[in-house]
């Protein structure tokens, strides 16, 4: 028994020298900046919002996101490693962005125009859709294929998400804007954030290399970015 634990220990101790030996020789701080698109984890809860809002009512979209990017906007990300060895990195990300949408018109007779007086309501009704958000995460990264400047990796991060949607029901009144605010709602929520990158890559020399990821999570499916090493 005490030799296995001293087995164990001898090879702690060369992973650790080995890690130390590598980190004096190579860059340990990394910072990166990216841009993320497509489809992200915050669309779900833009699909609940409007799921409510549908029931019994007569919207349709009147313009929105293309279906290029998918159901999202553009995400900005930020993120900070240290570099343990050639293959493992530790860190954190930050970042944020905008969700699924879109302006809509309500075709049913719910909000019809009605004479008051000499106050004429319009009959036509609309409601703008947003939805922000801010996430932030620990993280780690893998790297399993090194070949010179070209590095293929993987990264999982488990963090919290802010989401701010809002779905703002408006009308006209004597030339003016009017919230119908029985008909609106405004949410903020907290939830648990992720990011799972099956595959990425990045590419350069030192201290400088751009990259690239594909995935799922508060990023997005699609991430492009630059990273430098100090």
């Given amino acids: 028994m005490r030799n296995v634990k001293t087995c164990l220990l001898l090879i702690l101790l060369l992973f650790l020298n080995s890690v130390a030996g590598e980190a004096q020789s190579m860059r340990r701080h990394e910072f990166s900046a990216s841009l993320g698109f497509g489809p992200n984890q915050a669309d779900n809860e833009v699909k609940n919002v409007l799921d409510r809002h549908f029931v019994n009512r007569d919207w349709f979209l009147e313009d929105g996101c293309g279906d290029i990017l998918g159901e999202s906007f553009v995400s900005l990300n930020l993120e900070y490693y240290y570099r343990l060895n050639k293959q493992w990195a530790v860190g954190a990300m930050m970042g944020w962005g905008r969700a699924s949408e879109g302006s809509y018109q309500y075709s049913g007779e719910e909000f019809a125009g009605v004479a008051m007086g000499e106050d004429l309501y319009s009959t036509r ?25 070209f590095r293929l990796y993987s990264r999982l991060a488990v963090g919290a998400i802010r989401q701010h949607t809002s779905f703002d029901v408006m009308r006209w009144h004597n030339g003016q804007e009017i919230r119908v605010t029985d008909a609106s709602s405004d949410e903020v929520k907290w939830k648990l954030a ?22 799922y999570g508060c990023q997005g499916v699609f991430t492009i970015g630059v990273r430098m090493a100090l």
Avoid: C, H
Avoid at 129 to 148: I, V
Avoid at 195 to 215: A, H, K, M, N, W
């Fill in 194 to 215: 992720y990011q799972l990158t099956p595959i990425g890559f990045d590419f350069g020399i030192e201290p400088i290399r751009v990259y690239s990821e594909l995935g």
């Fill in 125 to 149: 009704v609309y409601a703008d859709m947003t939805s922000k958000f801010f996430y932030m995460a620990p993280s780690l990264r893998y790297a399993w294929f090194l070949r010179g400047n």
